[in-house]
């Protein structure tokens, strides 16, 4: 997949608005692959919602979202597997962690569905991530940032194009932020990917190309 275009999308709770000032609701946008992209936004503007429709959570949007040149609208639920195994990654804000498993275990699950990366890889981000002691401990023992690195390594033991990555250190100190922004860059430049980061006020520490305020 090499692009995503929204045509004048606009959530549905948007549609009374008669002030909004975006430039991403109601307009057209085109996000390419390869590319960093930056989504700076207050608090209830819709930042997650727009990841919800990107992975076809949510359809209640006016306008039209499309994946090269098709309207997602039309995909079926297998395409969407399809998707959300191969061309689309998404660090959750609420991190959709399974508490009472380790945080290896929580890496190895997806993993075992991808056969994406070796053990031994995964390991190693674990130790450069700074939390290789805590590899069987589990995720509800951890503290929020902790778990936010788990959830980001989660997110890439798999092929995509684009990674969305919503909100992805709010309870990180800049040295974690940072190694979490290293990893992030070269899994995405490997696979020659686009990243997309929501925020609305700590940002990933990325080279972005373009952002947009949402």
Not at 23 to 30: A, L
Not at 38 to 65: F, M, W
Not at 125 to 135: P, Q, T, Y
Not at 169 to 188: C, T, V
């Amino acid at each position: 997949m090499e692009t995503i275009t929204l045509n004048h999308v606009l959530p549905q709770v948007f549609a009374t608005c008669t002030d909004l000032k975006s430039e991403v609701w109601q307009q057209q946008v085109q996000l390419e692959k390869g590319k960093l992209y930056l989504v700076e936004a207050q608090s209830g503007t819709g930042k997650s919602t727009l990841c919800s429709y990107l992975l076809g959570y949510r359809h209640d949007y006016e306008g039209t979202i499309c994946f090269d040149h098709t309207d997602i609208r039309n995909f079926a639920t297998r395409q969407w597997v399809d998707i959300r195994c191969r061309h689309v990654s998404e660090l959750f804000q609420e991190l959709r962690l399974f508490g009472e498993l380790t945080a290896l275990e929580n890496v190895y699950i997806k993993n075992s569905l991808t056969h994406f990366k070796s053990n031994d890889e995964i390991k190693e981000w674990f130790e450069r991530l700074g939390i290789a002691d805590k590899m069987n401990v589990p995720v509800a023992r951890m503290s929020f940032g902790q778990q936010q690195r788990v959830a980001l390594m989660r997110a890439l033991v798999q092929p995509f194009d684009f990674l969305l990555a919503d909100e992805p250190i709010s309870h990180l100190d800049d040295k974690h932020a940072g190694l979490m922004a290293e990893l992030l860059l070269a899994e995405a430049r490997k696979q020659e990917a686009a990243v997309l980061v929501t925020s609305i006020g700590k940002r990933l520490n990325l080279p972005y190309d373009h952002t947009l305020k949402l």
